[in-house]
């Protein structure tokens, strides 16, 4: 069955710019968590949806970094304003139900900001 | 706060020669531990999981791991490696009392096998 998907895989912006990360989870899969991955460092946290609902965005590093998931189904990460910082690859996770149950991961979005 | 360390970041082996990465963690309460691996070019896949029960786990391709509770850590091993087995890989922890599931990652171990 399909995976997780990403698009697009790749984005180059340029600093200042807005842009708009999309998240397709495993059909049927409740949980959906996004994670920021610098480079040579392992994923770090930034929010987590159960259906429709953002329960945790605690990872989010600024209100520049905002998540939707208004039907419980597809997710769009955006972030305003890019800055260098913001550089990484930003991974997408379902999973069945968040507490028991496995992540599985898309390939990933590598955002760079010029 | 809870976080994981991987005490190897950077390991070189020949084929047939056993593996064993570190992993510790630091978080009191119950949790569910993690290795997950990316291979060149891929995405994040889970090699095993450790959720109670028996500590030593098996994941794929002939991988396991040893929770070891008094010592906060869950190592990687495998007795004899492939050059298939070169890839990045990574320890997570999740608090057992989480309702969101969150995983907290090591920063990660590259594993470069030669032929």
């Known amino acids: 069955g399909a995976g997780v998907s990403q698009s697009p895989r790749y984005k180059v912006a340029k600093r200042g710019q807005d842009v708009a990360l999309r998240c397709d989870p495993i059909s049927g899969h409740v949980s959906l968590f996004w994670y920021q991955q610098a480079l040579g460092q392992g994923p770090e946290f930034l929010t987590y949806?159960?259906?429709?609902?953002?329960?945790?965005k605690s990872g989010l590093p600024s209100d520049r970094f905002f998540a939707e998931r208004p039907e419980g189904s597809v997710s769009t990460l955006k972030i305003q304003r890019t800055q260098q910082e913001d550089s990484a690859v930003y991974l997408c996770?379902?999973?069945?139900?968040?507490?028991?149950?496995?992540?599985?991961f898309g390939p990933g979005t590598r955002l760079t900001v010029t | 706060a809870q976080s994981v360390s991987q005490h190897n970041h950077h390991v070189i082996l020949s084929e047939a020669a056993s593996l064993e990465l570190g992993c510790n963690y630091s978080?009191?309460?119950?949790?569910?531990l993690f290795w997950y691996v990316q291979y060149p070019g891929q995405h994040l896949q889970l090699l095993l999981k450790?959720?109670?029960?028996?500590?030593l786990v098996k994941g794929i391709k002939g991988f396991e791991a040893e929770f070891i509770k008094s010592k906060f850590s869950f190592n990687l091993r495998k007795p004899s490696v492939q050059w298939s087995d070169t890839a990045e890989y990574f320890c997570a922890v999740r608090a057992g009392s989480s309702n969101t599931g969150k995983l907290i990652f090591g920063q990660g171990t590259t594993l470069q096998v030669k032929p």
């Open positions: 978080y009191g309460g119950t949790v569910n």
């Open positions: 996770a379902s999973s069945f139900a968040a507490a028991t149950y496995e992540q599985y």
């Open positions: 949806f159960q259906n429709e609902a953002q329960l945790d």
């Open positions: 450790y959720f109670s029960g028996d500590p």
